[in-house]
């Protein structure tokens, strides 16, 4: 079955302000603020009106189903391969991703461009007031292993719904009783406008999953003048996190079934990061810290690798980078 093809969205430009950027997004309200915001620092950078961006909505495959964890459907590539297409056949110029949702091993004619800087990277516990205070025996509706893998570590008692949909629907889905409490992005709340919902996780005691609270914009090799214009925004120390970060998950092994968080914080030259591997039903977690410079990602390897060393039997097979 055929693709759907872009529709233009945008205001058409004339002869004399010619479109210089065809940004393919997701269709989502989330995904479409996202777009916005990298519009907007595109025509900053570069002195371009709005109608010179042209935002290109597709319903992406993981939009289209609701009713399974994503996971069990194809994984994170339901959210990038209509994108992934059009860029590929050059009907757009760019591409702008949530990168937590992003696969880890990309096309090898794909760069990412640029990386905003980063949101809120914390998680937000909705229902209750902490971890300790969710009553005994909820149901927290949430369809991310990482999310329920850590949950479990720390309250075994509660039990694990499939929750997914974008913000406006899980919300919807927690008030008519679905669940009693469900987790969602900081960042994507605060990009919604829907602050002091919910309870923010410090990071101390909640590790978040890999690049969240980035956006990154991604072209093909070969198309100079997006990777240049699109360079312009770029954010170094985002940068800097997100490749870490990616680079652990990619030493791993990791899969959309294997329970990881991880979160790296850049300051001046070095980056720290934390990460925790936990077995699915949570009662194994094993967690490792390195300090490095930046761009050392051999060092995030290696972290990888010490982690691998310690996991239990229950946490090792749900990673490639173990065998």
């Not at 994507?188 to 829907?194: H, Q």
């Not at 990888?304 to 980078?321: I, K, N, Q």
């Given at each position: 079955m055929p693709m759907s093809q872009p529709d233009d969205h945008s205001t058409a430009a004339s002869a004399a302000n010619p479109i210089h950027m065809r940004l393919g997004t997701r269709e989502s309200p989330l995904a479409m603020v996202q777009a916005y915001e990298t519009r907007r620092r595109l025509c900053e950078a570069h002195g371009w009106s709005e109608g010179q961006v042209e935002l290109v909505?597709?319903?992406?495959?993981?939009?289209?189903?609701?009713?399974?964890?994503?996971?069990?459907?194809?994984g994170k590539a339901l959210w990038t391969k209509e994108l992934d297409q059009w860029l590929a056949e050059g009907q757009i110029d760019a591409a702008v991703h949530s990168l937590k949702d992003v696969e880890t091993i990309r096309p090898d004619d794909f760069v990412m461009a640029a990386f905003l800087p980063r949101a809120d990277r914390r998680d937000v516990l909705i229902g209750a007031s902490s971890i300790a205070a969710i009553p005994p025996g909820s149901k927290v509706g949430t369809s991310a292993p990482r999310r329920a893998s850590q949950l479990l570590n720390q309250r075994p008692d509660l039990e694990v719904v499939t929750f997914r949909g974008n913000v406006a629907t899980r919300l919807a889905k927690l008030q008519a009783g679905e669940a009693d409490v469900t987790f969602l992005a900081a960042a994507?709340?605060?990009?919604?406008?829907?602050t002091g919902v919910g309870t923010p996780l410090e990071t101390d005691e909640w590790i978040p999953a890999a690049s969240q609270g980035a956006i990154g914009i991604e072209c093909a090799l070969g198309n100079d003048a997006a990777l240049k214009a699109i360079a312009a925004i770029d954010h170094p120390h985002t940068r800097a996190e997100v490749l870490a970060e990616r680079a652990l998950l990619k030493a791993l092994g990791g899969t959309c079934h294997s329970p990881v968080a991880v979160l790296c914080e850049a300051d001046g030259d070095s980056i720290t990061m934390r990460a925790a591997l936990f077995s699915p039903d949570g009662a194994e977690r094993v967690e490792g810290e390195a300090r490095f410079a930046?761009?050392?990602?051999?060092?995030?390897?290696?972290?990888?690798?010490?982690?691998?060393?310690?996991?239990?039997?229950?946490?090792?097979?749900?990673?490639?980078?173990?065998?």
């Open positions: 909505p597709v319903r992406a495959s993981g939009d289209k189903i609701q009713d399974r964890p994503l996971a069990d459907i194809g994507g709340l605060e990009r919604l406008g829907e930046i761009g050392d990602n051999a060092a995030a390897k290696a972290l990888a690798a010490d982690l691998l060393s310690r996991a239990g039997p229950g946490t090792r097979p749900h990673f490639d980078g173990a065998g």
